[in-house]
């Protein structure tokens, strides 16, 4: 069985923590959780199943003079890494209450990034699922990931993450 790599920034927080949740409820024994901090493209490539997550603070974060977080800085190596026959799925972390015009941009941001490198994105999440007003991770009335909101949602997470897990599994093709 292929191992599964979980690219995740930044560290020490609610991404963190969600990151080692999906790789508990995959199984230990089949991931390798990296943080993108200081992380290089080929990091990637041996990897054929991947998950990338972040947080999302707002557009104007994105949009910022501001481009040192760990996913500016790592989002500029993917273009090191072998993408073919690679899967990747995509988590963002957001907060519908106080950032509802942006609620997982993140993830969309992501997404964009991954375009140009024709990887198959996996694990996208029905939208009427969530309370929010617009996001960049929608596309045909889906997140083109896992939605998660630990700031007012927390007590969804863990459902909102083992269904998503159970998806992903048949869409890796374990």
Known sequence: MSQIGIFYGPELGSVEKVARLIAERLGSDRVELIPVKQCDGNAINKF????????????????????DSDWDVFSTKLKDANWEGKKVAIFGLGDHIQYPEHFVDGIGWIYERLE????EVVGFCPAEDYDFVESEAVRDGHFLGLPVDEDSEPHMTDLRVKNWVNRLVNEFGF
């Open 116 to 119: 140009r490198f024709n990887v």
């Open 48 to 67: 054929d199943n991947i998950i990338f997550g972040a947080s999302t603070i707002g557009k104007t974060n994105w949009d910022s003079e501001y481009k």
